[in-house]
């Protein structure tokens, strides 16, 4: 008689009780370090899905700026989130095990590969992405660990992916890099031998349109006064 | 998996050796339960690379720890035995931590479970965690057991035959429980300390997480060779229900030997109590893991093909004999609303 609780859930919601699970993490020998080689702070959010329909080099291409991320975002499909010392209590470090429902996910498509997405942001906590600073983004084919995939159904077997299969020769990291060196940040957390993804900076550079009008008023405004010296 | 023969001749060369240890645990009266192994033989993945899954259970009880009739039943949730002889806390951890489970052995409800958390000497009663069926009689007779956990299955250091490693590379036990997969493995490296761990809670002992007799069992393994896993203990006898919830239940065959859809008791042609029937799309389902997928089967009542078992895309084969193996593990995809599996005792008989 233990599953008298799911019962009473399932009673609730037939066609949603049960999900597919993925147990994810940074929790065995690789952290995640800030682009100044601090441990990344608690809080920031880790979060696991896929691109709909952009290309591993649009999201290269608009990875490193924040009117990118929010194109990203758009085109984001969202497995599940949390964030930096869930379950671990240190910076640098998470583990976390997720069964949200496919029918809560609309539009998500399962035996999709899984992308794994760091930010660290100046407001993690309300506002993560539209105060993201620095970022990571990247995955290992599941053509070569077939654990990088999500779980083909609700009753499909769970897997356990974590950031040090970044390590793996033929994993993609499309922002960020892979720190194979121990960083000093991670040594009272993983100890010596240790490894990182290393974030990478988000900057706003101006559009090219508005680059080019400011370019053109800022040559007129010389111009001008050059005129006028004359 | 042993055949039913092989089982039985098993559980006749190691019976005199437990024994003794069965009837030392008794307080009131010993117990008769034939004893013996299963073992569960766990595929590897021959270098592939790929997760290897086996589908199974345990198989097996443990030894009854205590057996005898009520004196009545007070409240929904408490057993009442005047005779008794347990001490406080006997039958649980502490704070009410679930140990050990009952069992009502006849009468009404015979078959059905408990789990105990808390159990007092000087009021002689065992505090159950859920209501006690309806129409348990003052008298019925009941067992209490430890439960099974996955130190006491797979070893408190892991020494039974899975490979340990960190989340990602060691053999996973997977249950269903609350909807999901939860997926458990011995760690030895990674934070967290040495120790069975739940992916997702490394610094978290796991080792007393309670695997239920009527549990299905996913290991996925990452190994390239095959292993097995030994369970000793106490064949189940008696009829067992086995509640099957909405939506989906990942459960096993809880006997020493094998079963078919057709003895199953899985259909009663009452939905009340077994599964629906209907046609490929509309009666309940039973999947069994194939290797790469779930074959199906349904009882067809509508459609082509006739009335019985049938798997699905062959709705004129007879599939009343497809077996439920010992160490089996099925889901069962259940639309309607949760109700008991009541499985007959296999063998029918020990004689």
């Known amino acids: ?230 | 998996m042993k055949t039913n023969r092989s089982l039985l001749r098993q559980l006749a060369a190691i019976t005199a050796l437990l024994l003794p240890a069965v009837a030392s645990f008794a307080q009131t009266t010993a117990t008769t339960d034939p004893v013996g192994f299963v073992t569960m033989n766990i595929s590897g993945n021959g270098g592939s690379g790929q997760p290897a899954y086996t589908f199974t259970t345990l198989g097996m009880t443990n030894a009854v720890a205590y057996q005898a009739t009520t004196s009545s039943v007070t409240g929904s949730t408490t057993l009442v035995d005047l005779n008794s002889t347990w001490a406080d806390n006997a039958y649980n951890g502490a704070g009410g931590t679930v140990t050990h489970y009952v069992e009502i052995v006849s009468g009404p409800g015979a078959g059905t479970t408990y789990d105990v958390s808390a159990t007092s000497a000087s009021a002689h009663t065992l505090t159950l965690t859920q209501p006690l069926a309806s129409n348990i009689a003052t008298g019925a007779s009941y067992k209490v057991r430890p439960h099974w956990t996955i130190a006491s299955v797979f070893g408190a250091a892991n020494q039974n035959g899975l490979a340990g490693g960190n989340s990602t590379t060691a053999d996973q036990i997977q249950l269903f429980h609350n909807n999901a997969y939860l997926i458990y493995y011995y760690q030895t490296s990674g934070l967290g300390g040495t120790g069975w761990r739940q992916s997702g809670a490394p610094f978290v002992d796991a080792s007393a997480t309670v695997i239920y007799p009527d549990d299905g069992l996913l290991i996925a393994r990452l190994q390239s060779g095959n292993t097995s896993v030994v369970v000793q203990g106490a064949v189940k006898t008696g009829q067992t229900s086995i509640p099957v919830v909405s939506g989906y239940s990942l459960l096993g065959n809880v006997y020493a030997a094998a079963m078919t859809l057709g003895t199953s008791n899985l259909y009663t042609a009452d939905p009340n109590t077994g599964l629906a029937g209907g046609n490929s799309t509309s009666a309940d389902q039973v999947m069994f893991w194939n290797g790469t997928g779930f074959n199906v089967y349904y009882y067809q009542t509508s459609g082509l093909g006739g009335i019985g078992w049938r798997q699905t895309g062959a709705p004129f084969v007879d599939a009343t004999t497809a077996p439920i193996p010992v160490n089996a593990a099925l889901f069962i995809s259940r639309s309607g609303a949760p109700f008991n599996w009541i499985a007959p005792q296999f063998p029918a008989s020990f004689n």
């Open chain 1, 1 to 230: 008689m233990k599953i008298l609780p799911v019962i009473v859930i399932c009673v609730a919601n037939v066609t949603a009780c049960h999900a597919a699970s993925v147990s994810w993490g940074a929790a065995i020998d690789t952290g995640i370090i800030d682009t100044s080689g601090a441990a990344l702070a608690t809080q920031n959010v880790v979060r696991i899905g896929y691109f709909g329909t952009f290309t591993n080099q649009q999201v290269q291409a608009n990875a490193l700026t924040p009117s990118g991320i929010t194109a990203l975002n758009s085109d984001w499909h969202q497995f599940a989130q949390s964030t930096i010392g869930t379950n671990t209590f240190s910076p640098g470090s998470f583990s976390e095990s997720s069964s949200p429902l496919y029918s809560s996910l609309p539009g998500f498509t399962p035996s999709s590969q899984i992308y794994f997405w760091a930010l660290k942001s100046s407001d993690p906590v309300n506002n993560p992405l539209t105060t993201v600073t620095q970022t990571a983004i990247g995955y290992v084919p599941f053509a070569n660990l077939p654990a990088w995939r999500f779980p083909a159904s609700d009753v499909s077997p769970g897997v356990s992916i974590d950031i040090s299969q970044l390590s793996n020769a033929n994993s993609v990291l499309l922002a960020g890099t892979y720190i194979s060196a121990s960083s000093s940040s991670l040594n009272p957390i993983f100890g010596t031998a240790n490894h990182a993804v290393q974030l990478a900076n988000v900057s706003a550079v101006p559009e090219p349109s508005s680059f080019a009008i400011g370019v053109i008023t800022a040559l007129a405004a010389v111009g001008s006064r050059n005129r006028r010296r004359k």
